[in-house]
């Protein structure tokens, strides 16, 4: 089954795992404003190549709206940090997360999963 919902960024395409036995590795592309636990977002997608491109897309997109510059953060790809640069400014991170918790996956079948 395949439905269509509306984000303030993209349309995206979403579907539901077809059954259990499939492959349950998945990645979270993460979004917080650090210091502030109720600006947070985790959406699930089953592609790395998904969540990176969605990840990058958005980092830029905020910065953009925001006035702000991106930083690509050490470590694995997918991790960015959109700050103003003052100290005061603790910023904004998106994370791209491989994760293969069978528990996430369940979630996903009340909320839903991009493929």
């Given at each position: 089954?395949?439905l269509?919902?509306?984000t303030?960024?993209?349309t995206k395409?979403?579907?539901r795992?077809?059954s ?5 590795r998945h990645y979270?592309v ?7 636990p109720?600006?947070?977002r985790?959406d699930l997608?089953r592609?790395?190549?998904?969540a990176?491109?969605v990840?990058r ?11 702000c510059?991106?930083?690509s953060l050490?470590?694995?790809?997918g991790?960015?940090?959109?700050t103003?640069?003052?100290?005061s400014?603790?910023g ?5 997360e ?5 528990a996430c ?5 009340d909320?839903?999963?991009e493929?």
């Open positions: 089954m395949t269509i919902a509306s303030d960024e993209t395409v979403l579907e795992p077809a259990p036995e499939r492959q349950s979270h993460i979004e917080n404003t650090v210091g502030n109720q600006g947070y985790d997608f592609s790395r190549r998904r990176l491109e990840a897309s958005r980092a830029h997109w905020l910065a953009t709206v925001a006035g510059r991106v930083e050490l470590g694995p790809a991790r960015y940090l959109i103003t640069g003052r100290p400014d603790a904004h991170m998106i994370a791209v491989e994760c293969d918790d069978d996956l369940d979630i996903g079948y909320s839903l999963v493929s």
